[in-house]
């Protein structure tokens, strides 16, 4: 199993009570402490640009200047967005701007991207908000110019929503056609989101990664669902990599996990939120499936990989101010699971041997 880890950039709430100067000193802190650590495959931030649950005053710090800064700090893990919204950039400047990144980075960018549905945010920022039916024929649209423009330098397409005439994109992406032997479709596309009829459609047809619902029963409905579509355009299902995100909260035994949870209800409620908008933040993260003890998290993470989630990519809201859930994870779950001789050289350098 592979493992992503997102870095908080304030859109959670998850850089509250830290001076704005420093934000951008923990995030990179972070992405650098993440880079050397050869359990993650890859670190994460979300294309939104108003906080959740609830819009508030507290800085979010945009995506994609996010993965070029990342870019410049690390020199080994992947860098992804959870998801990057179609509708918010054209996806002729965006799969430009994905290009020079992936050149920045030497190769190491992931494409996430989805029809988006924070609606508070899409107003605000003058987006309108769109029927679903639409934001998802943008999706699709989008995700066939960004292909062309990867794979041949150039897209055009007479679409309803996005029309293209010879849009260039020189140098193309390092991945992709640029590099002999390596990944035919360009940078690798990960279509988010579990919309059974086009949503996951769109993931057959053009999808490296899936990224959808990562409770045991969810996953397993939409695997089945992706498998159906993937058969119906003659599309091998096993070439498509499933993943899911999980909130992590993780405790060496019961009561450290509810002192965990304790501090989850007292870091939302010091952010300022209504105590209903609290309690059901807290239920979500209580009720999510990694939730535990390291051995009761590990056996969830071999289920879930028996039912064939093979990329976890992992929150834990407390990271900007304590790591020791992100290292007890580190140290007691992902040992467990995967590529032992990887695992075996993770477990002597967490230990500094």
């Not at 150039?154 to 260039?168: C, I, S, W």
């Amino acid at each position: 199993m592979k493992f992503g880890l997102f870095v908080p950039q304030g859109w959670r709430h998850d850089l509250v009570g830290i001076d704005p100067a420093q934000h951008w000193g923990v995030m990179a802190g972070l992405a650098r402490r993440a880079d050397g650590i050869e359990g993650w495959t890859s670190i994460w931030v979300y294309d939104h640009f108003h906080p959740v649950p609830r819009p508030t005053e507290e800085g979010v710090h945009e995506a994609w200047s996010l993965m070029a800064a990342f870019a410049g700090v690390t020199g080994r893990v992947r860098l992804g967005q959870m998801c990057t919204c179609m509708s918010y950039r054209e996806p002729t400047y965006l799969a430009k701007v994905a290009a020079t990144v992936d050149a920045i980075s030497e190769g190491r960018l992931e494409m996430g991207i989805g029809a988006g549905w924070y609606e508070h945010e899409w107003r605000a920022y003058g987006y309108g908000f769109p029927s679903a039916g639409e934001r998802l024929a943008r999706l699709r649209e989008g995700v066939e110019i960004m292909r062309q423009m990867w794979t041949t330098g150039r897209a055009t397409l007479g679409g309803e929503h996005y029309q293209v005439d010879g849009a260039m994109c020189f140098p193309q992406p390092l991945q992709g056609t640029a590099q002999p032997g390596s990944q035919a479709n360009g940078i690798p596309m990960w279509i988010a989101g579990g919309g059974e009829k086009k949503t996951l459609r769109i993931a057959a047809e053009y999808a490296d990664y899936t990224n959808f619902d990562g409770t045991p029963e969810g996953f397993t409905a939409k695997s089945d669902i992706l498998r159906g579509h993937c058969d119906d355009i003659g599309r091998d299902f096993a070439t498509i990599v499933r993943s899911a995100n999980y909130n992590v909260v993780i405790g060496r035994d019961e009561k450290e996990v509810a002192d965990r949870i304790g501090w989850i209800r007292d870091h939302y409620t010091n952010a300022g939120l209504p105590e209903a908008v609290v309690d059901e933040t807290v239920r979500s993260f209580e009720t999510g499936p990694l939730v535990g003890t390291p051995e009761q998290i590990v056996e969830r993470l071999r289920d879930l990989e028996q039912r064939g989630m093979t990329y976890a990519i992992t929150y834990f809201v407390e990271q900007a101010y304590d790591l020791s859930g992100v290292e007890l994870f580190e140290r007691e779950v992902m040992p467990e699971l995967g590529d032992a001789e990887q695992h075996g050289h993770l477990w002597h350098l967490l230990r500094g041997e």
